[in-house]
């Protein structure tokens, strides 16, 4: 028996399971519920569902913890200082900005 | 709002120089753009990708800031309105750049078999974030994979995660749904987490 057939078997299984036991869910469902569960949306029962899921679905578990590292990734690669974007701007950018203004003294909202 | 952004707090040196302003006054113009200028051109760097559009988006935003700086009532901070402004300025450059990919993030998408079930290769070790981005060539590979991501995807997991911008104000500010921005976000992590992988397993160090 392949290593790939047992994991195919034991999916077909564990699908049977998901999709036949009361208070589980797939890990399709699981995927859609993702994002509340994250932000803390999901009501109290669905919650519940969600995370007998996660302690049966060594899968679902590994990729959620995967997918909040990633989010981690995203959010501090921005913010390290040393990749930061560089705050400093040309000072021809800057003149420009201010004869922009400047050539179009009438454009002003009216009513100021 | 970005931390960054939000600590922005009116005071009076705030509400001088918007009475400048709105007077008119070139010393004003100039105070008040020097200000800003730095940050919302790297807001428009980061969602633009490119420095000469990023200097376009940030010159359009600051003269339609200056021009309707008489509508700025004060009931929102003054770097919070500047920044719904570069972002607005910013979808516009790249709406008329070219139309925004819709099809390419499904190869990304999670894998499900037919009875419903995650396809996920077991994961011997999960390398930390902190760990990643300890090394610069493996920042630089972490915002060049952020980059690869279908635009219309990409912009939603900028505003959200990196602008930090609610559900609400980036649906306002595409004009979708906000049911359309979760979804989008949903599949934008996904996606970004199958290109990071390989630094996540490991296989990069």
């Known amino acids: 028996m392949t290593a790939d057939y047992g994991r195919r078997l034991w999916r077909f299984t564990k699908g049977a399971m998901l999709r036949n036991l009361p208070l589980m869910i797939t890990c399709r469902q699981f995927d859609d519920f993702m994002l509340d569960y994250i932000e803390g949306n999901l009501p109290a029962r669905q919650r519940r569902v969600f995370e007998l899921h996660l302690r049966v679905c060594r899968e679902c578990r590994d990729y959620l913890a995967a997918y909040k590292e990633t989010m981690t990734l995203g959010k501090r690669v921005f913010g390290d200082p040393e990749s930061a974007l560089p705050e400093d701007v040309p000072d021809d950018l800057i003149t420009a900005v201010l004869e922009a203004r400047r050539s179009r003294p009438d454009s002003r909202e009216p009513g100021l | ?205």
Not at chain 2, 31 to 50: C, E, N, P, Q, S
């Open chain 2, 1 to 205: 709002m970005h931390d960054r952004l939000t600590s922005f707090e009116a005071n009076a040196e705030d509400e001088e120089l918007l009475a400048g302003l709105r007077a008119g006054s070139d010393r004003h113009a100039d105070r008040f753009v020097r200000t800003h200028i730095g940050w919302m051109r790297a807001v428009a760097l980061r969602l633009l990708k490119d420095d000469g559009l990023a200097d376009d988006c940030v010159q359009e935003a600051l003269i339609k800031a200056l021009r309707s700086i008489g509508k700025f009532e004060g009931r929102s901070k003054l770097k919070t309105w500047l920044h719904r402004i570069t972002v607005n300025q910013a979808l516009m450059k790249l709406r008329s750049r070219k139309r925004l990919e819709e099809d390419l993030i499904d190869p990304l998408l999670p894998d499900f078999d037919e009875n419903a079930c995650r396809i996920e290769a077991p994961w011997t070790q999960r390398v930390s974030a902190e760990q990643i981005l300890s090394t610069a060539q493996q920042r630089r590979l972490v915002l060049s994979k952020i980059n690869e991501l279908p635009d219309n995807y990409r912009i939603i997991l900028m505003l959200r995660d990196i602008e930090e911008m609610d559900t609400a104000e980036v649906a306002d500010c595409l004009g979708i749904a906000e049911g359309n921005v979760k979804v989008r976000l949903h599949r934008a992590r996904a996606a970004l987490k199958k290109l990071l992988e390989p630094l996540l397993r490991g296989d990069v160090l």
